[in-house]
């Protein structure tokens, strides 16, 4: 079904309570089903929005269309965690309304401010003649988790800018508030600008464009956000535009990461920023959130899928998930991410004689980079990690129904010499691969049958030690 504008902005009181019943009925028993990430409940998932620890548990919203697999009229979802690991979605949603988010409530972040919890989001407005009016809003969510939109607009359009600008990340450094937003330059290069305030509320006032080190990055930024992490500063952002010849990534658009010294606030720029690199190397990888927890500890959860992209799971009516939340460490200047951990496997299992239930951690114990393969299918499905000695391709061409890209479903990661090793995590339709303890990571959908049981096989010149758990489903 193609979906004009107008329905993609249909209100959602014009869909009856019947369609919303069966979108989500058509989530719960998909054969895509995830057991232990974030999804839709109905509907579209994309980024990540008001990651943060507040009032005793962990909070993500998550972007939704919950009317089909598409960019329709966007809201916030709310899902809760004791420990990052198991994830509770209850009812409370940050909604579009008149005057200023009527299109969508898109991107932003949450902090706790005294003891409610702070939400700063752009309101999205499509104008009749096909212009957009973007506002950062703000909104209040008190202990009882009673949410307050406030209607003031907080930050409009900056001048020398277009109405490409959103995804306020808010952060609390000193006694001043900043923000940091993704915004677009009127001669069309992607920025990322700094604000700052006295109180959350206001009023903010524009400290400049920061200064990243690095020029050209495009003619957008979505989606920028950073953490302090073992005393860097770590920004994730997503350019769109970015020349693959400068800065090779291989998706439609990339989610990349400079690691720095620190944030020079009032000259709005990174001090000692290191390069621009992929923060993920696999298929689906987009809007990544970090923050600081209580204990300092960072972490990131990101969108397990790509703007502008579809998807086999798209004839049942849904789109999207989120990724494992991920701790991050910076390790001699280099960033590393490892997934919080499920702790109760509910059994070891021998994953080259046993069947593949599709929610398994499998590692890879690596003495050198070898020649050959690992398959994890039943030959007719798989997902396989070929070697050729110097670098790992990771193919999900045949891993079941194919994902309909114009980037490829292979992606090839150089291999330094030597040992490494592989932690792969499947949960039906999604895999992240932590190569080297989190130096790098791989992620994707996939969108298997396993009607005839897959299991894992090696073809290697050189011996491979496997090990496997079984995960529970959550
Ligand atoms: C990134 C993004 C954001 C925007 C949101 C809308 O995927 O385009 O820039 O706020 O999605 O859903």
Redesign the pocket.
Known sequence: KKWTTQQRYAPYGSYSAETLAGLIRAQRNSRWHLSFHIQPRSGLL??PNGFTYYNHQWHVFY?NFPYGPV?GL?SWRHVTSPDLVHWQEDQLTLEPRAPYSTQ?V??GSALPVNDQLFLMY?G?VRTTNGGRISTQLGAWLNQDEQLTASDLPLITQPSGYTPHF??PQILHVGKTYYALL?AQRADHQGQILLYQADAVNGPWSLVGPLDLGHADLGYMI??PNLAFVDGHVVLIF?PQGLDRQRIPYANIYPNMVIVADAVDWQNARLVNPGPVTNLDEGFDC??TQVVNGPDHQAYAIS?LGL?DTTYPSDREGWQGCLSLVKALHVVNGQLRQTPVTIPAATSHFEPLRDTLKGREVLTFDLNQVPTGKIALGNGHEELALTFDGQALTIDRRIAGEPVDSDYGNTRKLDLLPGSHQLALWLDRSSFELFIDDGQRVASGRIFPHFDTPWRVTTALDTPVQVTGQRLPKL
Do not use: F, L, V
Request: glycine share 10%.
């Open positions: 994309n980024d972007q960019h966007k969508g898109y991107s752009t999205n959103r995804d993704g979505e989606c997503c987009y809007a969108w703007p």
